[in-house]
């Protein structure tokens, strides 16, 4: 059941769905929300080769989203102790990011991110992981559920789903500049303050 939609209120049962940290300390969701605008990326597993391209396509605009004010949190699907080689494997160390991990699946299946077969071997999963490899990104072990597809949601302050974008295959990205296009419009909407 999808119990997210863009122009609605992120409800109290999806803000108490528990990320785990490096150390494996559960955190609300909601913890993370409401004080900054907020984009959440919704990677694969840990290991995987199209969630390092989409990181290394992020990595370099992260000072620009952290300027404006907006908080940018990457949460995988992977066990806790992952984390700290998945942030030194893709540079993410000293960033201003942050990392967590939620993987029994449970906001993945709120927001209704796609989990299929095709989804991950498919015409166009399999073009994207090609393209993935062609920038030097590899798959490096499997560290959570393979067929989990990733997205993106932006949170506003006032707990709002500004944007959900569910990825229909493996490297399905929404663009970086879409999401600094939209995070602007949300600030400008909000008279400039993202805080």
């Known amino acids: ?28 969701l909601g913890e993370l929300l409401g004080e900054r605008l907020t984009v959440m ?12 391209e989409h990181v290394a396509a992020w990595k370099p605009r992260l000072a620009e989203f952290d300027r404006i004010g907006v908080r940018v949190v990457f949460i995988g699907i992977g066990q806790p102790n992952q984390i700290g080689d998945f942030i030194a494997k893709t540079g993410l160390t000293g960033e201003p990011a942050e ?17 299929s077969v095709l989804s991950t071997i498919g015409p166009t999963a399999i073009f994207n992981a090609v393209r ?40 399905d990205f929404l663009a970086i500049t879409t999401v600094l296009e939209k995070v602007t419009a949300v600030i400008d909407r909000q008279d400039g303050d993202p805080h």
């Open 1 to 28: 059941m999808v119990a997210v939609e863009s122009g609605r209120e992120l409800s109290e049962a999806v803000r108490a769905i528990a990320l785990l940290d490096e150390s494996g300390r559960q955190i609300p």
């Open 41 to 52: 990326v919704f990677l694969r597993h840990f290991g995987c080769l199209a969630c390092s």
């Open 99 to 115: 990392v967590y991990t939620e993987p029994t699946l449970t906001l993945h299946t709120a927001l209704g991110l796609t989990n």
């Open 132 to 171: 993935a490899l062609s920038h030097g990104n590899l798959q490096t072990s499997v560290q959570g559920n393979v067929l989990q597809q990733g997205g993106l949601i932006i949170v506003g302050r006032n707990l709002v789903v500004e944007l959900l974008h569910r990825e229909r295959t493996l490297g």
